[in-house]
């Protein structure tokens, strides 16, 4: 597992000389954010963090996506923050994608380098800083927890992905193979955040159709990718937004392998009411 690379946002602005055609789109069963929107001009900012500065991917929209939201943030050296989640409801996972930050939870400091994972549940007392001489650049997603009488809150927990073995598909000869962090049995996670690899070749063989909301970063390589009725070609820096029952599938071109940071909520019965509360 060594070797790993994953794409990061450096931000910019482009040139006058650019066309303006690019490959962003937004409908009502997906969303698709190519790595060149990911610029100075649309980057965001957060009350309690310092020199930082994000690009939101993905957030709660009505009659869209219902469940999460995601960021990549860029902390520059000695940046960071020690009240950065104001919401007690909000459970979330960290993904380290260039650099090095120092994340403490609960009193326990942690040191993610690239390739590494934190999940931080509800209402837990968090901070981080990047203390490197690098700017540090990470995936951040969000949602709020659902919780369930009788199922314990998960711990926080912090792993490296390269310290994990994927697990291959079945039929696949490990053409397509998955990172996982949470165990699928573990019914105190509600949403599951995981690494999706495929070879050169590889295939979704098939157009998944299910209720999981999707949030798709692509880390490594390129694919043509099915997205409801359209096959759409995406490379690193990507982004895919599925909302649920979006078919897809995907198909893994090469020359080298395609991989990406996927999101979706798991293991809660379905809300029998519209807009209920979670």
Partial sequence: ????????????????????????????????IP?????????????FWDNTRLWVLARPLSGFAETFSQ???????????????????????LFVVEGEIEVTLQGTLRVLKSGGYAFIPPGTNWQLR??????????????????VDGVPLPEAFVKNEQD?????????????ATTRFVDTGDMRHDMHVNIVT??????????????MEHGLYVLEGKAVYRLNQDWVEVEAGDFMWLRAFCP??????????????LYKDVNRHMKLTLNAPR
């Fill in 130 to 147: 990047n203390r490197h001489k690098d700017t540090a650049r990470f995936h951040w997603i969000r949602k709020h927890y659902e919780a």
């Fill in 164 to 176: 994990i073995e994927p697990i291959p598909m079945p039929g696949t000869e490990g053409r397509w």
């Fill in 248 to 261: 897809q599938a995907c198909y893994a071109g090469g020359p080298d392998r395609f991989r990406y940071l």
């Fill in 198 to 211: 495929f070879q050169p070749g590889g295939v979704i063989p098939f157009a998944e159709t299910h209720v």
């Fill in 71 to 93: 960021y990549i943030m860029e902390v520059a050296s000695g940046g960071g923050s020690e009240h950065p989640e104001q919401d007690e409801k909000a459970e979330g996972v």
């Fill in 1 to 32: 597992m060594s070797g790993n690379t994953y794409y990061a946002p450096q931000g910019g602005h482009p040139s006058q000389k650019e066309l303006l055609t690019d490959r962003a789109m937004f409908t009502q069963a997906y969303a698709v």
């Fill in 35 to 47: 790595k060149g929107v990911l610029r100075d001009i649309v980057a965001s900012h957060l009350p």
